[in-house]
């Protein structure tokens, strides 16, 4: 590799390391599944009752970085 090239090597793996990180949590085993009970999710998951998805396996929250996709505000982690 040249000189000139090797600046935008290190740019371009940087920006490749960056893009796979997340703010949050990474999501347990189960999360985000539906559910009935909290029986049938992860450990540390409860299955709670979302108004718009019905049931799924999720986590208790108290800020956004507690989740992998935010805090719902009622204190679970949204599900996608």
Known sequence: ????ALPLFFAFAFA???????SGTDAPE???EA???DAE??????CYEFTDKGK?????CGSDDDCPDGCNGKGYCKVE
């Open 1 to 4: 590799m040249t000189k000139p």
């Open 16 to 22: 490749l390391a960056a893009a796979g990180c997340s």
């Open 30 to 32: 189960g999360f985000g």
């Open 35 to 37: 559910c009935t009970t």
């Open 41 to 46: 999710c992860g450990s540390g998951l409860v």
């Open 56 to 60: 799924h396996c999720t986590l208790p």
